[in-house]
């Protein structure tokens, strides 16, 4: 396995963990410049792949993702 699906599948394993150890919490989601799989919009917001995957494994968890 290459370094990036190393580092992809490490995170995507912390945020599942986090999910279901952790109920009823918030989880703080640290953002890159790294478009077009992550970034900030003009206004602020994050966008694009990491950002509708982690809204799709939190869609129906008890839990809270700031972005910063």
């Known amino acids: 396995m290459n370094n990036k699906k190393k580092l992809s599948f490490t995170v995507l394993f912390l945020l ?7 109920q009823n ?3 703080r989601v640290g953002i890159y ?3 077009p799989k992550i ?4 206004n602020g ?3 694009r792949l990491w950002v509708d ?11 809270g993702v700031i972005y910063g």
């Open 16 to 22: 599942f963990y986090q999910i279901m150890c952790c």
């Open 39 to 42: 970034y900030w919009d003009k």
């Open 53 to 63: 995957i982690i809204k799709i494994i939190t869609a129906n968890k008890p839990l």
């Open 45 to 47: 917001k994050p966008k």
């Open 33 to 35: 410049q790294n478009p």
């Open 25 to 27: 919490k918030t989880v």
